[in-house]
């Protein structure tokens, strides 16, 4: 087998990328096709065999795996596009999804609306029966109520059912017999169990995944069996692994089985790309695509993991995921003036179809693309490589049309659409660093989308950033994170107790179950034993404090030892002040949550700093062109180079343009980029 190929599908292109051993990576794009992404993933991987000079299903047969980040499942919840679910909870907590947890940001806002519940109180169906915190059962589950809420889900067009009983996590007697008995009355139906899904204590958030999950079961599984059969058709025989939320890659029927894994997963393989690509402890990783602008952070080398991810504006997923805030600027993000007279842009998006008014295929709104055609940065004739033709004239009156809103000239209009795009990212940047007590300044930033390096020399600027990187694939750094991200999967059990009393026995006993399922996945996935690794972690906090935070562990042989204790004090107060800025030594800590990870290693783990040549020549520049740069007081002819021609160690001096075949490098002046050995640019600020 020749080649690895990472896709991944996001509102505007599909990206693929492609290693071959002893070869560069290579970066395809083709549109996406919203409601067919399977059509699109089929697509892009037409383009890679045509760049081969290969048939498809020549192609294929040389594919030894195929990676892929999906947005099926989050397009899916943020349209409403799910399947209708039936929730059956514990008599006397039927309003878990309406009550839900006081929110932990923005309490004071008075504009929010009170929303509405995931699950309708009309789809949910308390049943008697009760187990309590130790695990005993108070009453016996009145199986009666469990018939009577399938009859009344039939009734009401549900097509998923969630259990999500009381104490499920500590004794799943009354789930499974609720499961058994829904499976004798209704085999098809797909139904999600809350201690399998998120095994934890906190109600609202193991019931609101439970009920995520279930409601995905039928969206997944239509697109990973669409998908599937579209590959096995055309002649693909070896392994497909989906991207998770976790920041790893999992077995299809693994994702099938855990739906509500794939949400939000995509975004999470930049940072995974960025850890590759330096062996900085402390990174800022942005991507900006044509919908979104992604903002993720490395801190110490580890990925950061939060339990606080919103899926909506109040809902939560229920389940920790790697960090990735998202805010609506992108290549094809639409400006538009407000009845105050003032510029917006974003968060809608032209998307792929029809795009921005510059692709000619429809689209009449201005977007942050025709923006950049205007004031120069993007030449109309070498987009994606000269591959797509884009028209100034249409780009030029679609911003005309903001300009005279404006009562501004045409490129003015253009900057400031430029300007508002960057200071909406640069907020996202700031919101996962300044405002969780993180100077950027401290951070070295990874640059990837393909319309990140129009706009990062000036948001660097504004940030006061002295280096930073723009990979060469940065147009499909989530691609590339795809191929070199492990294999995980996550085992997950409750067991509290405290560094008071620490019961020791107890926590490995939990970790030794938790450790005989992470082996059962390996089986499964089939991972050689020479590529399984574990990884360890618990959510603690301290005594009376609201809210658990995780802790990675670093145990000797996989279990806790008397003297391991005080290091598991230890670290979570270091983690404590890290998150909070405070720790508080002498307080107790709790244990609530224990978490072992499945790891089949890639085997791709070595960052690529190898030393670049001296004296490599500058090349010289394919043309010049006239492009809007502030510092020089408006449009200006600086030079454009070839960024093929850009050989490991060449340096180039801004004001300039770097052209790649997939993205668009605008350098100001003090900055320089140098093309390190894989050639990734790492740019300097004087």
Known sequence: MTYSVGIDIGGTFTDCVVMEAGKAPRILKCPSTPGEFERGFMDVLGVAAEHYGKSLSGFLKEV??????????????????TAPVGLIATEGHPDILTLREAPRKRPWNWKLDFPDPFVPRNRTFPVGGRIDAQGKEVSPLVESDVREAVAHFRKAGVEAIAISLLWSIVNPSHELRALEIVRQLWPEVPVSLSHEVNPIPREYRRTISTA????????????????????????YENRLLIANCVGGMMPPDEIVAKPIYSVMSGPTLAPIAARHLTRDPDVIVVDMGGTTFDVSAVRGGQIVVTPEALIFPHDLLGLPKVDVRSVGAGGGSVAWVDVGG????????????????CYGAGGTEATVTDAN????IIDPDFFLGGRIKLRRDLAEQAVG???ARLGVGLVEAAYAIYTTCNHNMIAAIEDITVNEGINPRDSYLVSGGGATACHIAEMADVLGLKSFMIPKLSAGLSAFGGLVSDIRWEAVGSLHTDSRQFDADAANGLLDRLRRRCDGFFERAQVPPAQRSYEYAFMGRYE?????????????????????LAVLVASFNQMHERIYGIKDESNIVEFVTWKVTA????????ASVAANP???????????????????????????????????GAAVAGPAIIEESTTTILLLPGMTATADASGNYRVTVE
């Not at 195929?66 to 899916?76: F, P, Q």
């Not at 990973?224 to 055309?234: F, M, P, Q, T």
């Not at 055609?373 to 120069?376: A, E, F, I, N, R």
């Open 544 to 564: 009376y404090q609201a809210w658990e935070i995780e802790v990675p562990l670093d145990l000797e042989g996989g279990s806790i030892g008397p003297k391991d």
């Open 599 to 606: 790891v089949g290693a890639s085997g791709h783990r070595t």
């Open 373 to 376: 055609v205007v004031l120069g």
């Open 342 to 357: 003032l510029l917006r842009v974003g968060p809608n998006s032209a998307g792929a179809r029809p795009g921005p008014a």
């Open 614 to 648: 001296a004296g490599v020549p500058v090349p010289a520049p394919k043309s010049r062109r006239r492009v809007y740069v502030h510092r020089l007081g408006g449009m200006a002819e600086i030079p454009v180079f070839d960024g093929a021609a850009c050989a490991p």
């Open 64 to 81: 030894a795996s195929i990676v892929h980040g999906t947005t099926v499942s989050t397009n899916a919840l943020v349209v409403g596009n």
């Open 401 to 403: 049309r903001i300009a």
């Open 212 to 235: 995520i999950d279930a409601s995905l079961r039928p969206v997944v599984g239509a697109y990973v069996g669409a998908l599937d059969r579209a590959l096995r058709k055309a002649g």
